[in-house]
């Protein structure tokens, strides 16, 4: 099955759902930094190996991605987990990889998996060097399902988890505002600039736009960051 096809199947903007689960105890923590190669997730759209509550490896994971944003310029604080939020954090200053990102929807702070935090955090020199230098989003975590096509599946969203943002614009050195809505089919050069930039990198899943699901994505990219917590992967990094 074609890469893009399998992407539209597992994934999407998402709706919210009638209740969200209990908050679970939290104990140790951990985090995985995905690997050069591509890793697909299962059936049910979850990253390889997530479990919940989450396993042991899933914690060691989470504890190494803190461990690197530690090592990093990145300000950021531990959060209540929410959801299906395994390594829930917030962003004090907005910044990750030299890119700011703002909310188009309320002040924040907004909750988002260490993941997902480490992967942006590793994607803002390429996105910087694609003109970027702010992300407009309006959503991280969200309860939700999987919407493609126009339809909602049944297959919870990778928002429920804290490792999905949908973004809806981006702002370039000059001021000048890319919209996802009104630009991207007019084959503007940073709206493009940025899905090469996500695509091309392992940390995350193919981004869904209005090219390749024009129904549920006609506004916004739906980016996905892409860890491993399989055994195998448990203790790598990302470099």
Known sequence: ?????????????????????????????????????????????????????????????????????????????????????????????????????????????????????????????????????????????RWSKVRVGGKTKNALSRHALGLAMDVVGFVDASGREARVARDYTSGDPLLLGVERAINQSSRFRLVLTPKNDPISHSDHFHIEANPSFAVANARRTHR
């Open 1 to 141: 099955m074609p890469r893009w096809i399998a992407a539209l199947v597992l994934a999407g903007v998402t709706l919210p759902a009638t209740a969200a689960p209990q908050h679970a105890a939290r104990s140790t923590r951990s985090t995985h930094a995905g690997a050069k190669r591509v890793v697909r997730a299962n059936g049910n759209n979850m990253p390889r190996g997530f479990t919940w509550p989450p396993s042991r490896h899933m914690l060691e994971a989470e504890a190494a991605c803190e461990r690197e944003l530690d090592a990093s310029p990145v300000v950021w604080s531990r959060a209540r987990r929410e959801g299906r939020i395994t390594d829930a954090v917030t962003i004090g200053d907005g910044m990750l990889g030299g890119i700011a990102y703002a909310p188009v929807f309320g002040a924040g702070p907004y909750k988002l998996d260490c993941q997902l935090a480490l992967a942006l955090h590793a994607i803002g020199p390429a996105l910087y060097d694609a003109g970027v230098r702010e992300v407009r989003f309006g959503s991280i975590y």
